[in-house]
C-alpha cells in the first residue's frame, strides 16, 4: 500500500482499482459493460488492473464470430486498452486450463496467475469491482 | 429516432446528431455533419476524420480525446498529435466533433 501517497497535484488521489470479470462476452451485458466501465476510469488516471477468471477468459479469446448473433464483437477492443495506459491485465491460471486455453489463444498480452498470486493480487486492491 | 435527408438518402441519428447505423457512413454525410457543427473541412481535417475511422476498423471503440491525441502523434507525427492542432480543427473538441463527422459513436470515456 505504500504507493497509495503517490500524488499529482494534491487533487488526485491513486487508488488501486480492480476489474474482475468473470462472465462470458455474449449473454449477457456485464462484459461489454465492464469494459465500457473499465475505459471511462482510465480518464481519472487511476491504478487499474484486469482480471479474467471463469468463463470470463473467453471475452480474450482470439477470432470470436458474433455475425451469427447479430450483436458487436467487441473483442478488438481489448487491444485498445494499452493506448488507454491500462496494461496490467491478468487471467487464472486454473480458468484457462479448465477451458484448454493458453495465452496463444488470447488477443492481448497478459500475466498467468495462479490462485495464490491471484489472490495476493486482490488483497492489494482499494477497490474490487466485479463484472 | 430522428430521421434526416442527407443528399437524398434518409439516415438515422441519434438525439445528439451522431449518426446510427456507421456503415451508412459516406463523404456526403461527413461534409452534412461538418456543417451542423461549423467545421470548414480541409485536408487536415479529413487526415483526422480518415484516422478515426481506421482506429474504429482496429479497435471499434471510438478513442477518447487523450488517446486520440497520442495514436496521432504516433502515425501523423507530434506536430499533429497534440492537443493545440486538434483543437485547432475541432474547436468544441477532436474527439466529439471529428467522430460525429467520421460517422462514429460518441466516444467512450469522453466525459
Redesign the interface.
Known sequence: MSDMDDMDDGSGIIKKFMFLNRKAPHGTVYALEGL?VV??T??FDQDVSLVFTDDGVFQLMKGIDTKGIEV???S??Y??LE??DIEKLYVDQASMDARGLTEDDLIVDVTVLSVDEMANLMAEQDVVISF | MPMVNIAGKEVEVDEEGYLVDLSQWNEDIAKYMAVEEKVDLTDSHWEVVNFLREYYA????A??V??LT??IGKKLGPEKGNNKYLYELFPYGPAKQACKIAGLPKP??C?
Open positions: 465500457e475505459l471511462i482510465a480518464a458487436k464483437d467487441f478488438k477492443t487491444r485498445a493506448g488507454y | 482496429e479497435y471499434q471503440i478513442p477518447a487523450r488517446v497520442k495514436a467512450t470515456g466525459i
